[in-house]
């Protein structure tokens, strides 16, 4: 069952023209699951409130809906009223399955069912956050560009292995568009207006938003160690993304400072001068904070874990583990 209503055009100061009639009224809905990210939600639907006001006219429309027509709790406790279930007849719309940090949320029975009937009745699909875990659940992955928060990447590489996200903010792929949630959501959104209006228009819902970043630049979601590295010397970046791509089959120093050009000494002398540690505990550490991350959002054993984080036995990496955070990796494990 729906609540039916019109477009909401809210009046405000400012205000854009845009010539013609455009291509008619383009369709969200919003389908909220338990403990879904309330900054991904908001970041999402706003900048379509500001096109809608800009231009005085309905150039988005937006529902929200829970799989049983119930409010919804957000990661915040915050919870939202929604505006119905899912109408099948809806096929002109695109369906964003809005998740977060409760990823299993996303891959429960009911939303993977309702996200293969959108699809399979002729709607565009779409996540937030980990929302993308419903549509690699439901099969819709699959040759597709598309990414999801990057705390939940390593647990969606484990339970995946054949679908790899993206680490760009949001990505959109044909019929389908993800992003990592967060303020991500605006940039995806901005990105639709841009492709739909025109980019003197997005850019005006962008000041609107108080956004000064150029729209589609700066997709990356994370600033990562190497980012910092590569301002320093490219062949220590270099490295750096050599241990990430090797963190289940380490790479000893030799090859890795064979395979830039360097000799030992100078990436010692590199990984001490620039980020105060050896490139050996740098490396350990790397390979730790991907088996707390595993731990923490998997239900790998600690066996396996340790086996992807490139250590020979699990004692050894409990050992490690229990060194840099202070506390045995059984109790990550146990409260995961």
Not at 136 to 145: M, S, V
Not at 227 to 241: F, K, S, T
Request: with cysteine; hydrophobic share 40%; aromatic share 8%.
């Amino acid at each position: 069952m729906h609540v039916e209503r019109k477009p909401l055009i809210p009046q405000g100061a400012a205000y854009f023209p845009l010539g013609g009639q455009g291509a008619g009224i383009r369709r969200f809905l919003f389908l909220l699951c338990p403990s879904f990210t309330l900054l991904a939600f908001s970041s999402a639907i706003e900048p379509l409130r500001i096109a809608n006001q800009l231009s005085q006219r309905p150039l988005y429309d937006w529902q929200t809906l829970s799989v049983d027509g119930a409010p919804v709790v957000s990661s915040c406790g915050v919870s939202v009223n929604v505006d119905g279930t899912h109408d099948p007849a809806a096929r002109d719309a695109t369906l964003l399955v809005c998740a977060g940090n409760l990823p299993s949320a996303a891959e429960q029975g009911p939303v993977v069912a309702l996200a293969q009937r959108h699809v399979r009745h002729g709607g565009q699909i779409g996540g937030l956050c980990t929302g993308a875990l419903a549509l690699a659940r439901a099969g819709l992955l699959k040759g597709r560009r598309f990414t999801l928060h990057w705390e939940n990447q390593p647990a969606f590489r484990e339970a995946y292995p054949d679908l790899p996200p993206s680490d760009n903010k949001f990505e959109i792929d044909g019929p389908l568009m993800t992003c990592g949630g967060g303020a991500a959501a605006t940039d995806m959104m901005l990105d639709v207006i841009v492709r739909d209006h025109g980019e003197a228009f997005a850019a005006m819902v962008s000041e609107m938003c108080l956004r000064r970043v150029a729209i589609g630049r700066d997709l990356a979601q994370r600033s990562p160690i190497s980012a910092v590295a590569q301002a320093r010397n490219p062949g220590l970046a270099a490295i750096v993304e050599l241990m990430k791509r090797h963190r289940e089959d380490p790479l000893p120093l030799e090859e890795l400072a064979a395979r830039v050009g360097y000799s030992r000494r100078q990436v010692e002398r590199l990984f001490r001068l620039t980020l105060g540690l050896s490139p050996g505990k740098f490396y350990q550490n790397l390979r730790l904070d991907y088996g707390r991350n595993l731990l923490a959002s998997t239900d790998l054993s600690l066996s396996e874990v340790a086996v992807a984080c490139g250590f020979e036995t699990k004692s050894y990496f409990s050992k490690c583990f229990s060194r840099r955070y202070g506390v045995p990796p059984s109790r990550i494990h146990a409260r995961a």
